[in-house]
């Protein structure tokens, strides 16, 4: 009996019908983003080529139709990401990283179907007591890190958003490949293996999810470029779906499967935030931003509810599934109460985030106009309905998540699940409606009586504005000094979290080393030469010279001495031309 290709169940289900609502938006967004650039057929084609590989991978029943799907996702991969880039440089990246963790992939593959016997994903999940089976953990790991963003496979992601459009940087790291990726994650380890909490692979997610909360939300810190830093972000915020799925408790995977579904909606939405503000200023560049938020209120508005979710404000969906994860954490520490730092990291990150958005809020929208900002306009409404759609899925996963998005998506999937308490969004909600209301009135008494500006002088010299300006992209860079987080700040900057620039580097060890051996080698081989024909020349001369003295040989003998040592010299001059020639 031939068994089915395809499997579906709620959370494939579910994941797909959001895949394919972002995709469908980012496409509506493309019409007027897009419009007048080249290669028109290609984005889309290779859009709507993302969307069916993730259905493929995400439904697939066997091992050989995830490979399938899951290595074709490449193809759209790499396309898009270098669609406007004529180098392809960060292409090029993206698919030899991600390529490479296939192959491990593959190997992984290799060695479960050897064990289990069997094709089907899942058809005996594997204890992780055996070599082998730790050796297939950690291949198919390195796959959905690569392809979810962790760390230490997660620089393609901030080096696309330098050459790649906002489109692309929301459909594929923001959301599909990202869906895909923690899929998986959670397929690995309670489909095919079997994670126990506090095992050694527990700890080693643990360890990696915070590590890259903290490394990714510090390189976010600093940055200076609008997209560059949302994709920090779009690393760092994966670091809570490892730390959610890494307790092994169900609490747990259930939050960092629910942040899945937020990160990508949030995510997504300030991508296409992020590509109306640079198609409408025309610059991603913080320091040269400013003041847009009556320009552009849309924008402001969708931007703004997405960026309180990513931080985990309340009663936003961001918040709901931090809440679970940091719950998930001190049942953790129940079980094992050394490993602390996960939980410490969670929350860290949590407070950088909100920092790191108030100041890209400020500079963008809050701050005074820079120059050449007084022409910006809002969006046409293809560009600023779908963000907008994005931040009410915020407000309803927030408020509604465990009606809705938790109820039908997620708990299904999760066996044996207990809920040891519940977040009631309302009185929040009431206290953030109170609050909003209370700095509205404030905000309109100090605008009753009109202000008037003059400019400003010092010493009866007129100063220009634009020098005295303290601008918010400045904020934050002071963390490069501070003791080990600014350690780790530097240590991101210069690339040394990116395990790309570790294999350039042992690649380029490598070649060295080998350059080196065959120089050693070709002298070693010259000397050899230049040595043995030396020695041929002394013994011929000694062969001589005791003929003549020994033997008192006359001209003609001495003559055939010579003539033979000279045969045995062109003999090896030969032989030692035909090597080289060889070689």
């Not at 590989?53 to 139709?65: E, Q, R, S």
């Not at 747990?252 to 935030?273: D, E």
């Not at 005295?468 to 501070?482: L, P």
Request: proline share 4%.
């Amino acid at each position: 009996m031939m068994k089915p290709l395809f499997y579906f169940s709620a959370f494939s289900l579910g994941i797909f019908a959001l895949a394919s609502l972002i995709t469908l938006l980012v496409v509506l967004y493309s019409v007027k983003y897009r419009a007048g650039k080249k290669h028109a057929f290609a984005y889309y084609f290779y859009t709507l080529l993302s969307l069916l590989c993730v259905g493929g991978a995400l439904f697939a029943a066997d091992y050989i139709t995830l490979l399938l799907f899951w290595g074709m996702m490449g193809i759209p991969l790499y396309r898009l990401i270098g669609i406007d880039d004529t180098e392809g440089d960060a292409a090029q990246k993206s698919l030899l990283m991600v390529g490479g963790a296939d192959v491990l992939m593959l190997l992984g593959v290799g060695i479960v179907t050897a064990l289990t016997r069997s094709f089907q994903i899942g058809a005996v999940p594997l204890m992780l007591n055996h070599p082998y089976a730790i050796i297939a953990f950690l291949a198919f790991l390195a796959a959905a890190f690569a392809k979810a963003g962790v760390m230490p496979l997660h620089s393609w992601i901030p080096d696309s958003a330098k050459t790649a459009p906002a489109t692309v940087m929301a459909l594929l790291p923001a959301s599909l490949d990202k869906l895909l990726g923690i899929y998986f994650l959670t397929r690995i380890c309670f489909n095919i293996f079997m994670i126990v909490p506090n095992s050694p692979m527990s700890l080693l997610l643990l360890a990696i999810g915070s590590i890259t909360i903290i490394a990714a939300v510090l390189g976010a810190l600093v940055q200076h470029d609008l997209k560059k830093l949302l994709s920090f972000h779009a690393v760092s915020q994966v670091g809570y779906m490892v730390l959610g799925i890494g307790t092994g408790l169900p609490i747990g995977v259930a939050g960092g499967v629910f942040h899945m579904f937020n990160h990508a909606i949030y995510k997504s939405c300030l991508f296409l935030c992020g590509g109306s503000i640079e198609q409408k200023a025309g610059t991603t560049q913080l320091d040269k931003l400013g003041g847009l938020a009556k320009a552009m209120p849309l924008t402001f508005i969708a931007f703004l509810i997405a960026a309180f979710s990513i931080s985990g404000v309340p009663p936003f969906n961001g918040f709901v599934s931090k809440w679970m994860v940091y719950q998930a954490l001190l049942q953790f520490i129940k079980i094992n109460p050394y490993w602390v730092l996960p939980l410490l990291a969670a929350m860290f990150g949590s407070a950088f985030t909100l920092a790191s958005f108030i100041k890209l809020t400020h500079t963008v929208f809050l701050g005074q106009p820079s120059e050449g900002m007084e022409k910006v306009k809002e969006a046409p409404w293809q560009m600023w309905l779908p963000p907008l759609v994005l931040a009410g899925l915020c407000v309803i996963f927030g408020i509604f998540a465990f009606q809705v998005p938790l109820k039908y998506l997620v708990f299904p999937s999760i066996s044996n699940y207990r809920l040891p308490g519940i977040w009631q969004p309302n009185l929040a909600l009431g206290f953030l409606s109170v609050g909003l209301i209370f700095g509205l009135i404030l905000y309109g008494l100090g605008h009753v009586r009109r202000i008037t500006v003059r400019p400003p002088f010092f010493g009866g010299e007129k100063i220009d504005e634009e020098a005295i300006k303290v601008h918010g992209a400045a904020f934050y860079d002071a963390i490069r000094s501070w003791g080990m987080l600014g350690w780790i700040s530097r240590a991101a900057e210069r690339g040394w979290f990116d395990i790309y620039n570790w294999l350039r580097g042992i690649s380029f060890l490598c070649s060295l080393i080998l350059s080196w051996l065959e120089i050693v080698l070709n002298a070693f081989y010259g000397l050899l030469r230049l040595n043995l024909t030396f020695l041929l020349l002394l013994i011929i001369a000694l062969e001589v010279a005791v003929e003549i003295f020994l033997f008192k040989l006359g001209e003609r003998e001495i003559l055939t001495s010579l003539a033979g040592g000279a045969a045995v010299l062109t003999l090896w001059w030969l032989v030692a031309k035909l090597r080289e020639s060889q070689v």
